[in-house]
């Protein structure tokens, strides 16, 4: 599917992004993931459960059921599913029929967000999971704020594209993002490791801004400051990076911007950022501002993508695009995505190769 060169349009053996921690409790939100409506809520330990959200017996969406200690009760004939997915009750009958299971999804609680694997269980690996503390989030030396997550009416590779090429900031965000207008300019250095891809910009001597003040109040200058888009897999781009004093190369600090992308559907996405920083722990303005910015840039951008989504509908299915010297990143990151699902439907067909 446009923008890959595979129709398949996500990979499905991959960690994603279901919700923040604190979305989910002991009431049972409903979700749809990569084409597939699920259930997510906590056992009376606290343990978040993924279940497949629409019930085996007439269709009735789950969501619309109870919890009934772990379990799940469904809100048409009552149907019960332990939190494994197994059916363990059907109240007009003794026993319970066959392939009556939910499917349950594999779930893992990193850095305050609910990550599910959309992959067969045998292959779901925590080890899969990005370093998300070394980011910031769930690491006690940096403050965090998430946002309010969005859904988008565009296919996330669009919002992919977006990240991997920040001279957009000089345009659409050229009022929202402190010192934005000069992004475009700025000469593009890319770092290719096996784990990420990291298209970076380097702003020199970035003359002192209100912004810049409310971050370091103690420093008076001139600041040099990294515009990185990294890429770690579809589910996570980081942007932002570490700030240094021009005069001296000191390291003043580092905001990161965690850009963390699920599928809904083909063509929607829901968008999570999280934004991050290793200094200022005590600066709450600093904190409400990020997160003002964030209601002023992200519609920006979801503007923008879902208008390119319009077009992209009325169009053929592999559309001409130009390429300019600064979407190397972009492009390399569509093969890495491309290739990502190209070897996940190799491995269904042979498993043995694997
Ligand atoms: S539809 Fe769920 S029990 Fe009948
Ligand atoms: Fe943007």
Known sequence: MHPLKVEQPYPYEQWWVAAYSAEIGR?????????????LYRTEAGEAVALSGICPHRSFPLDQGCL?????????HGFTFAASGECVEVPSQSGVPTHSALRRYPVAERGDLIWIWTGSEETADPALLPDIESMGPGNPGWTVEQHPPATIAARYTLLIDNLLDLSHASFIHSDTIPAGEKV??????????????????????LPPNPFFRLMFPDHDGPIDQSFDAEYFG???IRTGGALHASATGERLGTQNYIHLITPETPTTLRYFVVTARDFGADNAALGRLHLDMGTRIQPQDQAAIESIEKVLQTLAPHPREVSARVDTGALKVRKRLTDQIVAEQRARREPAAA
């Open 27 to 39: 009431t049972i939100a409903a979700r749809t993931i990569l084409g597939m409506p699920l259930i």
């Open 68 to 76: 009934v200690g772990d379990s799940v009760r469904c809100g048409y």
């Open 184 to 205: 475009a300019a700025l000469p593009v250095e890319l770092i290719e490791t096996e784990k990420s891809l990291n298209v970076r910009r380097l702003g020199c001597n």
């Open 234 to 236: 579809p589910h996570l």
